[in-house]
C-alpha cells in the first residue's frame, strides 16, 4: 500500500511539476507577445509622429504661402482703395470750386439784372 501511495505521490509530484512547467512557458509566451506588440506600437508611434511632422510642415508650408499672396493681394488692394479715395477727394474739391464758381457767376447775373 506504501508503495502505490509513493508511485501515485510521484505521479503528482511529477504531473504538477510537467503543469509548472507548462505554466511557465505560457507565460514566457505571454512576455514575449507582449514585449513584441509593445515594441509594434513603440514603431507604430514613432511613424505617425513623423507622419504628423511632415504634414504639419507642409500644412506651415501652405499657410505661409496663402498669408504672402493674401498680403500682396490686400496690399494691393489698400493701395487701389487710397488711390480712389485722393480721386475722390479731388473731385470733392473740384465740385466744391464749380460750385462756388457756377454762385458766383449766378450772383453777378443776379446782380447786374
Same mark, same amino acid.
Given at each position: 500500500?506504501?508503495?502505490?501511495?509513493?508511485?501515485?505521490?510521484?505521479?503528482?509530484?511529477?504531473?504538477?511539476?510537467?503543469?509548472?512547467?507548462?505554466?511557465?512557458?505560457?507565460?514566457?509566451?505571454?512576455?514575449?507577445?507582449?514585449?513584441?506588440?509593445? /515594441? !509594434?506600437? #513603440?514603431?507604430?508611434? +514613432? %511613424?505617425? $509622429?513623423?507622419?504628423? =511632422?511632415?504634414?504639419?510642415? &507642409?500644412?506651415?508650408?501652405?499657410?505661409?504661402?496663402?498669408?504672402?499672396?493674401?498680403?500682396?493681394?490686400?496690399?494691393?488692394?489698400?493701395?487701389?482703395? /487710397? !488711390?480712389? #479715395?485722393?480721386?475722390? +477727394? %479731388?473731385? $470733392?474739391?473740384?465740385? =466744391?470750386?464749380?460750385?462756388? &464758381?457756377?454762385?458766383?457767376?449766378?450772383?453777378?447775373?443776379?446782380?447786374?439784372?
Amino acid at each position: 500500500m506504501f508503495c502505490s501511495r509513493q508511485g501515485s505521490l510521484s505521479e503528482l509530484v511529477r504531473a504538477q511539476r510537467e503543469e509548472h512547467a507548462s505554466t511557465r512557458e505560457l507565460i514566457r509566451a505571454q512576455r514575449d507577445e507582449s514585449r513584441r506588440y509593445q /515594441e !509594434e506600437s #513603440r514603431r507604430y508611434q +514613432e %511613424e505617425s $509622429r513623423r507622419y504628423h =511632422e511632415r504634414r504639419d510642415a &507642409a500644412l506651415r508650408e501652405f499657410n505661409r504661402e496663402i498669408l504672402l499672396r493674401n498680403e500682396k493681394v490686400y496690399t494691393a488692394v489698400i493701395a487701389e482703395m /487710397e !488711390e480712389g #479715395r485722393k480721386q475722390l +477727394e %479731388e473731385g $470733392r474739391k473740384q465740385i =466744391e470750386a464749380n460750385t462756388k &464758381a457756377v454762385l458766383s457767376v449766378l450772383d453777378r447775373l443776379n446782380g447786374s439784372g
